[in-house]
């Protein structure tokens, strides 16, 4: 049997966890709703990646010079962040909607704001999509140069990567922001919807180290970020700043999730009716109602 590497033991331990895992966020898509603005359908989609890439890295076992099977692994560990960043956008959403449904109307921030800033994630995501395979190329070919006897591997970044770890950041930046600005009202957030603010804003650091990890691994030139032809010490960052923080910000998300109960549609007020009015009737609805 072969020997087991550090990715590979990363691969493991990373199956065992997200198995289970995408049995919470398939169950907590079912409870919600598969629909884009709840959220759950992307931890589905990430939780799915995470298994996915693990399996490809297993795969390398018996194949260790199949540079797709490695690239494979590479793209949806670097992409699958990005779908993160969604599940948490959609939850701040809901929590936007519950202070709405108070009476504020969406003065926070207009649902049509979000909604960008989810497209301009999910464009990113598409970038690192083609990235990646750009990406495959560039390391086979280097590796082919190896193998004949040239200098070690060397590959740039393909632009499509770093433009779509650009809008994820900008993405992530824009995510921050609206947490604070809910933090704000949090007086006008429905009771039950509060502990959905503080996981979004418990997540957030565990984002951002992950984040930094992506961003060394695709702007800087330290060995320790780089999985082609990096340092030895790559797998230990890649599971201190990338797999536990995923970790544990699925674990904050679900552990939340399944204390929710379904979000009611989000309330609209009839054409023509004085502001006032809307506000004192929506508060009325909600008096003495929590999730």
């Not at 797709?68 to 670097?78: F, H, K, N, R």
């Not at 993160?84 to 449904?101: M, T, W």
């Amino acid at each position: 049997m072969a020997n087991l590497t550090d990715l590979d033991r990363i691969a493991i331990g990373t199956i065992v966890v997200y198995v289970p895992a995408l049995a919470v966020a398939v169950t907590l898509a079912l409870r919600h709703g598969f629909g884009r603005n709840a959220g759950w359908l992307f931890l589905v989609v990430f939780s799915v990646a995470r298994i996915l890439g693990s399996a490809l890295q297993l795969a390398t076992i018996n194949d260790p010079t199949n540079v797709g099977l490695i690239v494979g692994a590479a793209t949806l560990l670097s992409i699958g962040i990005s779908a993160l960043v969604l599940v948490v956008l959609a939850l701040i959403g809901r929590v936007l909607g519950g202070i709405a449904r108070q009476g504020t109307g969406y003065a926070v921030v207009e649902p049509r704001t979000l909604r960008l800033v989810q497209l301009v994630v999910l464009v990113g995501l598409i970038l690192g999509i083609v990235g990646g395979t750009k990406l495959g190329d560039a390391v086979s070919k280097a590796f082919d140069g190896q193998a004949q006897g040239q200098a070690p591997p060397t590959y740039s970044i393909p632009v499509e990567s770093k433009a779509g770890l650009g809008l994820l950041i900008a993405g992530y930046a824009i995510l921050v922001g609206v947490t604070i600005a809910a933090a704000a009202h949090v007086g006008h957030v429905a009771a039950g919807e509060r502990r959905l603010l503080l996981a979004v804003g418990l997540a957030l650091p565990f984002l951002l180290v992950r984040i930094v990890f992506s961003a060394m691994a695709t702007f800087g030139s330290d060995p320790n970020f780089r999985s082609f032809g990096g340092s030895p010490n790559y797998p230990h960052y890649l599971i201190g700043m990338a797999i536990v923080m995923e970790m544990a910000t699925v674990a904050i998300i679900e552990a939340v999730g399944l204390t929710l109960q379904k979000a009611s549609p989000a309330y609209k007020a009839p054409a023509g009716r004085p502001a006032d009015e809307v506000e004192m009737t929506g508060r009325q609805r909600d008096n003495g109602g929590s999730y």
